[in-house]
């Protein structure tokens, strides 16, 4: 898709947009509900959450709920601990009576003329028997099970099956390179991998199995060898089966009962693990346990979509985002609702497929993200207005700030003013939506993630901790735990404490920046780390840089994010080569490929600029402030250089960044 948006005034950009009364009809909660349920869950969490828990079935109650400190050196956090339950119990089987004949998932292929719907009875009777074929291949309680997989069914089928068993899944993007993979099976020390034969996106085929062969290499390279592979059969592509390692599904599948009892699993056990990008080069396994993180993603999926029964649920994220982890799968499911997984892309066959897929499967609630808009912003309104969208009741918009113009373009051109668009605003580490407006609650303003959620207590500091309070801008900290809250880094409390908990004692430090308004309303300015946000996707500036001086001809690279269209930013590398090297076309050709090579398509640069020599500070800090402001062609504005070891270098970047134009 092309990368220039033609932003179109639809009509100007309204400060407010209040709630209307249609927004009011069979909504699940008022204003006056949201505000008193808001002021128990901050004065009393242990009463509020002791009720809402119930909304679960639990195999042991819990006597106990909340248990958490955010002291330094002691961060600790648990919630219902000593209740048991299933979470795939809690998704599936507590449906069946009711619900059996219900559609859990639709799936629309790549391919629109491919689709399916699974009842709740199909779904928990494919996840008996891949949770028993599991168990036949070695996997136990408490192992680990990475998934590599296209956004079909059996994707979600994975995940339950080890949430039956007590598994710990760790599901890595199928757009992740052989290299991302396979680092992160060895640092999970994974047992047992359950991947496709190849994906299908845009018609393009891509090779999982094949890079998951790589992956399986590079991870007993680096000293881990997983022991079996699964593979679903998706395009019937020949693929190499190494025997005694690798087992098809389909044939396993046959060869076990439909029955699996489900574990019974602590509240705190590890539920899944799923790697982000930090600041530093080394992606970090973030871990959410059971029964806070079912309770979260299932009470935000009922309010914050005021999701109600029978309608069709569509959150466009893909399950190797945290995003379809918990609004694809776990809290549409547990809330017996039915959840559309896509396998495709926005525009292809072209780019009014969206709105087609809405009217083909009469969707109701339809999630996505910023450079998504953006991007069918560009393409124009002829491809919407194709489409009926009637069933659309409730847009909403994850992933990164939504520019007010993107906002404008939903609500008028996609929901024709219909529909409330919930702006959610949280992270992998949150595990559900902290702040959001509620649909028939929030009067809405274009931009702003506006109030903040059941038992949520934002705050905003500024650089040395001090609180700042009224209408102001600052560094954004939450002050109190919420059951959805991750545990643990996988393997590293110490990393936990450190990366979350240690800039600002006492509170989690969400690495974002943020402005309260007047009206207490929350915006979300962006991230306040090195890390940048490219098309609602995180990524570690380190990450790309480690990656690109992995290459045998570069010296140094230091990566910033700058404004970009329809990707939110972009991923803007500066590049010394090695002694003799000259740069050339060719060879930011070659490092662009390299980039992918290592982490993945989403990694690609989109612009390299060499540069002999990189601004630091006399201790040999690469000051970044400056390359960012490069990098926004602001040069008006690069602030003091005087603290640089070599301030000529400021000027040949300026002029090489201006002669390049
Ligand atoms: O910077 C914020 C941005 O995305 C980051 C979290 O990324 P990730 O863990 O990949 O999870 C994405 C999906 C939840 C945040 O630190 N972000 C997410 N949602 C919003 C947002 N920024 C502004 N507005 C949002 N609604």
Redesign the pocket.
Known sequence: MSSVVAVKPVVPVKPLVPVKDEWKVGALLTKADYEAWYERSVEDPDGFWREHGQRLDWIKPYTKVKNTSFAPGAVSIQWFEDGTLNLSANCLDRHLADKGDQTAIIWEGDDPQDSRRISYRELHEDVCRMANVLKDLGVARGDRVSIYMPMIPEAAVAMLACARIGAIHSVVFGGFSPDALGGRMEGSATKLLITADEGLRAGRKVPLKANADKAMEIAAKAGHAVEAMLVIRRTGAEVAMREGRDHWWHSLRETVSPDCPPEEMSAEDPLFILY?SGSTGKPKGVLHTTGGYLVWASLTHQYVFDYRPGEVFWCT?DVG???GHSYSVYGPLANGGTTLMFEGVPNYPDAGRMWQVVDKHQVNIFYTAPTAIRALMGAGDAFVAKSSRRSIRLLG??????NPEAWNWYYHVVGEERCAIV????????GGILI?PLPAVTDLKPGS?TTPFFGVQPQLVDNEGTVLEGATEGNLCITDSWPGQMRTVYGDHERFEQTYFSTYPGKYF???GARRDADGYWW?T??VDD?I?VS???MGTAEVESALVSHPKVSEAAVVGYPHDVKGQGIYCYVTLMEGQEPSDELKKELVAHVRNEIGPIASPDKIQFSPGLPKTRSGKIMRRILRKIAEDDFGALGDTSTLADPGVVEDLVDNRQNRK
């Open positions: 982000t994220a985002w945290v995003t918009s994850v992933g990164e700030p939504i702006d959610t605003w949280w992270q992998t580490e949150t959001s993630a969400t690495g974002d979300i962006g991230r890390v946000n609602g996707h995180r």
